[in-house]
């Protein structure tokens, strides 16, 4: 994994994405939940190719200020780039940007967790087990 990869994606702000249809405010403008599935599906699919087969990457940290409002209609894009490695090697840092047509929208840092996808499902299934019976008794 090299430090400096980057990631870039475009999509045109729909109706579906702005922030009174996904339920994260009252306003006919491009949500910040939309924005930062942007961001992340970006910095996934930059690194993609250097994982593994059946390794997978998973968001784990989110620091983004949504800094501009952007109607439906207008194109936005998204811009990552590959900033630390950990030690251990599964952790990524990025650096991550958002723009529209009329200039940047949001920036910040995001993390990514490389896992292997069939054990990380796995141990999110097996916590259906693990719940508690309705009334807090078993």
């Not at 339920?23 to 924005?35: F, K, R, W």
């Not at 990552?80 to 650096?95: C, H, I, P, Q």
């Not at 920036?107 to 309705?134: C, L, S, Y």
């Amino acid at each position: 994994m090299e430090i400096g990869k980057k990631g870039y994606a475009e999509q045109v702000v729909t109706d579906e994405l702005l922030a009174n249809r996904v339920g994260s405010g009252l306003v006919a403008v491009y949500a910040t939940p939309m924005m930062i599935a942007g961001i992340e599906g970006t910095a996934a699919a930059s690194v993609a190719g250097d994982l593994a087969p059946g390794q997978t990457t998973v968001g784990c940290q989110m620091n983004v200020s949504h800094v501009a409002a952007t109607p439906a209609g207008m194109k936005v894009h998204f811009e990552t780039e590959l900033t630390a490695v950990s030690a251990n090697g599964k952790m990524l840092t990025f650096r991550v940007t958002a723009y529209d047509e009329a200039g940047l929208i949001g920036e910040g840092e995001h993390q990514r967790a490389i896992v292997w996808k069939d054990r990380f499902e796995e141990k999110a299934q097996a916590k259906h087990a693990t719940r508690p019976v309705a009334g807090g008794k078993d």
